[in-house]
């Protein structure tokens, strides 16, 4: 279940127990002691339905830890979990064929031949992604160069649905090399969709994507 669903769950589980989103572990299970009795369905008016809905609640919210002593109402933060992930073929290829048929672009590296089988020296492609929640960090194994440079994304890895979606990016570099960029925000917004950030790692090798797993 994703995060959002869960807060979602969570809400509706107070909910069927009469409580509001603030309610705290003492709440809860007075709540649910008191539908518990009222509704059994051995009681003289007991509501069957009305008691597997609470219980169903109920049992919810314990599994999420909300009815421990001392536990307040308010539901737990997600914890965000890395990950590196290999880009697919499929993907790298799209790269290529989108370096190789935007505009033109003639740095002093080897071009790119008829078919698109290569690219510039100064034309990347990452082949690797690492994801910390919604913060993306694209590993490319090619050294910056200096001055114009071009880099093929795959941008659709949180979008609600997987897509073949590519952009190529460019960007000037005073110097050549390992280094890092960072995708500007207005730019994350409109070609990454639910990315907060987005950070191109250059000359990327193992080490790197280990320290990926590593930082804080």
Not at 76 to 100: G, W, Y
Request: charged residues 25%; hydrophobic residues 40%; proline residues 5%.
């Amino acid at each position: 279940m994703e995060p959002v669903d869960k807060i979602r769950a969570r809400a509706d589980a107070l909910e069927a127990l009469g409580l509001d989103q603030n309610a705290g572990s003492n709440e809860i299970r007075d709540a649910w002691r008191h539908i518990a009795f009222h509704a059994h369905p051995d009681h003289t008016q007991g509501d069957c339905s009305s008691f597997s809905r609470a219980k169903e609640a109920y049992d919810l919210l314990r599994r999420e830890g909300m009815t421990a002593k001392g536990q307040s109402g308010k539901p737990r933060r997600p914890k965000l979990r890395k990950r590196v992930i290999e880009l697919e073929s499929t993907d790298i290829d799209a790269c290529r064929v989108l370096l190789n048929t935007a505009l033109s672009h003639n740095p002093d590296g080897a071009a790119a031949d008829a078919e698109g089988q290569n690219v510039a020296e100064a034309d990347h492609i990452p082949d690797a992604v690492g994801f910390f929640g919604r913060h993306l960090t694209y590993f490319v194994p090619t050294p910056v160069c200096e001055g114009a440079n071009r880099v093929a994304l795959p941008t659709s890895f949180l979008a609600a649905v997987r897509r073949m979606d590519t952009e190529v990016l460019s960007f000037q570099s005073k110097d050549s090399g390992a280094g890092e960029v960072m995708v500007p925000e207005a730019i994350t917004a409109s070609k990454f969709p639910g990315a907060r950030s987005v950070r191109i790692k250059f000359d990327a090798d193992q080490q790197m994507r280990d320290s990926f797993w590593l930082a804080s």
